[in-house]
């Protein structure tokens, strides 16, 4: 876990005030205990056969369109109220 809050400040410290991306890559949990189930596509429909075979190839998947929100969702509200 990332301590923004702390980075955020830091940043301001030292007068930083450009942009701030983020990128997440989430966590794949193909077990009966997922704390996200139903975050697996498992029917991806945008995804070329070798797009997948490379992602099964290195032990991820397709994530549906909701869990991906739902995380994009997270970082917004984590960020947005430290950089006011």
């Known amino acids: ?3 923004w809050g702390k980075i955020v400040a830091t940043l301001k410290s030292v007068g930083y005030d450009g942009a701030l991306s983020v990128e997440f890559c989430p966590p794949l949990d193909r077990t009966p205990a997922n704390p ?8 991806p429909e945008d ?8 992602l099964e190839d290195h032990g991820s998947s397709a994530f549906t369109e909701a869990f ?3 995380l994009t ?3 917004i509200n984590t960020l947005l ?3 006011s």
């Open 1 to 3: 876990t990332l301590d």
């Open 36 to 43: 996200h189930p139903g975050s697996i596509d498992e029917q």
């Open 47 to 54: 995804l070329t056969p070798e797009q997948l075979k490379f």
């Open 68 to 70: 991906y929100s739902m």
């Open 73 to 75: 969702q997270k970082s």
């Open 81 to 83: 109220p430290l950089l």
